[in-house]
């Protein structure tokens, strides 16, 4: 009784499927597709967040992504403030992508690697207190400015964590106020 429930359930979620339907053949292959997502564990199924993996590669590549585009807009500014009157458009081009690709890559670096640091931390955190809230970025971003700082001092580390504490603090209310007053 229990099986014909589940299988019941499972067709609920299933829409016919016919690949040919624009070709106008007259074949009758119909598959059924599941219209929802399908996990392989159960336990995958009921956990409403990203894996630890998938915020690796998430904030990593968000912060890599970030921190070029602030880095070559810096670097744009340095390359047009470091032409010089007698210069060509060529050594002007030069100059300018130099500066940009410098300092974007400069900058994407660190971001992607304060990007690599809160992901791990932060999914260290959620695997150890087995609950997803608030408390855990904010830690595991006052964590991630701790130990992005740690090797210039103990009060610069300080400095740090207390900063990365606080934004990510915002951001997360933030993210909580846009979702209760902004309909999407």
């Known amino acids: 009784m229990e099986n014909q429930r589940i299988s019941q359930n499972d067709n609920d979620n299933r829409r016919l499927y016919n690949p040919y339907q624009d070709l106008r053949i007259p074949v009758q292959n119909l598959y059924q597709l599941p219209t929802s997502p399908e996990f392989l564990f159960q336990e995958e199924a ?41 210069d060509t458009v060529k050594l002007r081009i030069n100059r300018i992508l130099n500066a940009s690709g410098h300092t974007g890559r400069k900058f ?55 900063i990365g504490g606080v934004v990510v603090g915002a951001a997360v209310t933030a993210k909580q106020l846009l979702k209760r007053y902004v309909p999407i």
């Open 46 to 86: 009921v956990a409403q967040r990203r894996s630890w993996g998938e915020n690796l590669t998430y904030y990593t590549g968000i912060g890599y992504l970030s921190g070029s585009i602030a880095g070559a807009s810096k670097g744009l500014v340095a390359g047009v403030k470091a032409s010089e009157p007698g």
């Open 108 to 162: 994407g670096n660190r971001a992607g690697v304060i990007g690599l640091m809160y992901a791990g931390l932060e999914s260290g955190i959620v695997a150890v207190r087995d609950t997803d809230d608030v408390v855990n970025s904010v830690v595991a971003g006052l964590g991630t400015g701790v130990l992005y700082r740690a090797a210039a001092g103990v009060r610069s580390a300080a400095v740090a964590g207390a």
